[in-house]
């Protein structure tokens, strides 16, 4: 019986220990490039144990001073919060999870696109492990539309701040298109990526991760001001200091690994292991760009291996115009859908369809398979 | 067969540049006669830039910059760091006239000082001005030129803008008569201004369903449109006497019922950030096709979310003769930002300008000499 007791303490207590720590949910890397093409969906079953408070942790690297996060609903693809659409990345970036968002990634996971970064992993801390200090309390101060409120700060404020921090402002009265500026004692920007930053009812969290912040915040006037806030369409309230005193964890065991990224060799279009799976959501767009110096009698050469076979699905691959209207590409009025049984596809370019893979590029799309590899071959 | 008609596209380019000095001065004529500014009362100045520019039309392309957002010669300057020579056209915008320091204490510039503009026409450069015209947003702070029902969305109707005693006519005409207020100091300055108002109208209205204009003065579809157009520039060309604006209409293509009016555009102009070679061949032959008395540009241009803009060589070898390309400025890049011009980098202004065909500030003021 005391065993028995024994037994269930440990699990009891190795279970917190386990939800306490910091939980890789999702391994890189990812590539987000240019253009806001990229993206990885998280998928639902990763935050099941995630609650209202905790924060998701995006690491990044490879990070081009322009880029930004964007947190997205799989419903939609609309961002889960207005302040989270296009997020400035200038080291891990912080989302915490309110009530609303909560709802949506238990349900249908969440997309993380934008533009210009690489995702290392992906972790979730529990609201337990986060400490919020309030370490100023006002006077508030609300920021008109016209962007000419600010409230200057005292370099004492940020004195016990430390790396990995986040200095939270906290505001209330938040209109649509409210937005955050910092600024330093000479009223320059304290940090590019929070010049007009969209803000939420959670307010904003400007993450600490550089020793360069450190030292910008104890770079003060006379005065002893260091920062000053301005922004628009909010009140300024207060500040806090927000630590996490999670420790890594080491299982990785349930965490989602992103797929491997590979490096095309001349001629590939595409190699990767891309999943079109039997509810027909799955496309791959590709540009007019790789195909402008194509000639006729050129072929494109779509390799795959077919998904574990479902009763009544007919693993199928079509090939379309990459427009709005998704014609099919050999100009047919309705779509030509190919069957698969595992073998190569070759489709081979007449005039008809050079023209439309110059002008649009092309969206494979369809059913029951993974695509590996697309190859343009040269008729030369 | 593709190939063949490659070759078969130089055997006629070399036909057609490749024959005596005579013939070509005979054909640039005869193309300088066939373009004619819809302005019979246009400023000599005027006249001289749009013959130019009908003279060079189909021989060469005239390099060209959008402004740093608004009032100032930076993008200009950017080329002349990578290349060691000014791109020929600077096009600046009426964007921000809301901020001009003559009408706001609190602005921060200042169009009524054209010092910029002055310094580049005399240097030899094209002056162009486009506007992204502003109007009160629906929450009646903001300012924006997105038209829809959200509160920073603007529902401001363009049928109304020249309707005495409407909301919309009241707002509109101060701004109309700011803006005209300083092109007429380029007109006595003697600086043509190539004008290219209310540019993509019809917005992505025949890209898939569901597309729509992307900004007010095409909210309400093309008759209104085009009526717009019309009153504009009769508001501008009788009424306020500006005779040194050379007007270009932008196409979205498949979209030639928006056009205004053979009597009221000089120029089409196409804007395209997917611009490669293939697609602006296809629709610089059917914007000709469309408009055959007009000489066609590529108003805006650079690479876009998803492609990278072709070289300037390759969209040149693909049979595109635009008269004017004009790459987009890069707001990061010219803040600090941003260490790579994100629509057209060093190499590709350097490819640029490599080509024989490629006209130069410094070779645009000995043709407006």
């Known amino acids: ?380 | 067969m593709y190939k063949m008609n490659g070759l078969l596209l130089f055997i006629s380019l070399f036909s057609m540049f490749g024959c005596s000095n005579n013939e070509t001065v005979a054909e640039q004529s005869e193309m300088a006669q066939t373009y004619q500014l819809v302005n019979p009362n246009a400023t000599a100045e005027t006249k001289k830039v749009f013959n130019v520019l009908a003279e060079l039309y189909g021989n060469k392309i005239i390099s060209g910059v959008t402004a740093h957002i608004d009032w100032n010669n930076k993008e200009t300057e950017n080329v002349y760091k990578w290349t060691g020579r000014y791109p020929a056209f600077n096009q600046y915008d009426f964007m921000n006239i809301h901020a001009s320091k003559d009408v706001n204490p609190k602005g921060w510039l200042d169009y009524s000082d054209d010092t910029c503009v002055r310094e580049w026409w005399n240097a030899g450069g094209l002056v162009g001005a486009m506007w992204h015209w502003q109007v009160p947003a629906n929450n009646g702070t903001d300012k924006t030129s997105s038209p829809g029902t959200k509160p920073t969305e603007t529902s401001f109707d363009p049928s109304k803008v020249f309707q005495s005693g409407t909301e919309e006519n009241k707002i509109a005409m101060p701004q109309l008569e700011q803006v005209c207020g300083y092109l007429k100091k380029l007109q006595k300055a003697g600086i043509p201004v190539i004008w290219r108002p209310f540019h993509e109208a019809a917005g992505n209205t025949y890209e898939f369903e569901g597309g729509k204009a992307w900004f007010w003065w095409g909210a309400k579809g093309p008759e209104v449109y085009k009526q717009l157009w019309r009153d504009f520039y009769d508001y501008m060309v009788n009424q306020q006497g500006l005779n040194n604006l050379i007007w270009v209409w932008t196409a979205q293509t498949k979209d030639n019922v928006w056009y205004p009016g053979d009597d009221v555009v000089d120029i089409v102009g196409r804007d395209s950030y997917t611009a490669l070679q293939y697609p602006l061949s296809k629709e610089f032959k059917q914007l000709s096709a469309d408009y055959p008395t007009k000489m066609i540009t590529l108003s805006e241009c650079g690479n876009g979310d998803e492609v990278k803009m072709s070289q300037l060589s390759r969209i040149w070898e693909q049979g595109s003769r635009w008269s004017w390309f004009m790459t987009w400025y890069d707001y990061d890049y010219n803040e600090g930002n941003s260490d790579e011009h994100k629509f057209a980098d060093e190499q590709w202004w350097k490819n640029a300008f490599a080509q024989p065909y490629v006209v130069t500030r410094e070779q645009m003021k000995e043709l407006l000499k």
Request: aromatic fraction near 8%.
């Open chain 1, 1 to 380: 019986m005391n065993r028995f007791l024994l037994g269930i303490m440990l699990i009891v207590l190795s279970w917190d220990t386990l939800s306490a720590s910091e939980r890789t949910i999702l391994i890189g890397p990812k590539t987000i490039g240019p253009g806001w093409k990229d993206n990885i969906l998280i998928q639902p079953e990763q935050f099941k144990n995630t609650g209202v408070g905790d924060m998701l942790t995006v690491y990044t690297i490879e990070v081009k001073r322009t880029a930004q996060m964007a947190f997205q609903d799989p419903k939609d693809w609309q961002a889960v919060s207005p302040e989270y659409g296009a997020v400035s990345v200038q080291g891990p970036v912080k989302m915490k999870i309110t009530e609303d968002i909560l709802s949506r990634i238990k349900e249908r996971g969440l997309i993380l696109g934008g533009h210009d970064y690489k995702i290392t992993n992906v972790t979730l801390i529990p609201a337990a492990e986060i400490v919020e200090t309030i370490v100023y309390k006002g006077p508030s101060l609300q920021m008109k539309d016209d962007w000419s409120a600010s409230q200057p700060i005292n370099k004492k404020v940020f004195k016990d701040v430390q790396l990995g921090d986040g200095i939270k402002f906290i505001v209330s009265k938040v209109q649509p298109g409210a937005a955050i500026k910092l600024m330093d004692m000479t009223w320059n920007l304290l940090d590019p990526a929070v010049n007009g930053a969209a803000l939420g009812e959670d307010g904003f969290t400007w993450t600490i991760s550089e020793q360069s912040q450190l030292i910008k915040l104890q770079l003060a006037a006379s005065d002893g001001i260091c920062m000053r806030v301005s922004g628009k369409g909010y009140k300024f309230e207060k500040i806090a200091i927000v630590r996490c005193t999670a420790e890594p964890d080491e299982d990785l065991s349930t965490a989602q690994r992103a797929p491997k990224e590979y490096k095309l060799q001349p001629g590939e279009l595409f190699r990767g292991e891309k999943v079109f799976p039997n509810d027909w959501s799955g496309n791959l767009r590709l540009t007019a760009e790789p195909f402008q110096d194509c000639t006729p009698n050129d072929v494109l050469v779509v390799s795959y291996k077919l998904l574990p076979k479902q009763e009544g699905v007919w693993p199928k691959i079509s090939f379309r115009e990459n427009t709005g209207k998704w014609q099919d590409i050999s100009g047919a009025e309705e779509p030509v859908w190919m069957d698969l049984n595992g073998t190569d596809i070759v489709l081979p370019f007449d005039e008809t369809i050079l023209d439309k893979l110059m002008t649009y590029g092309l969206v494979i799309t369809g059913l029951g398979f993974e695509l590996t590899r697309i190859e343009l071959i040269s008729a030369q």
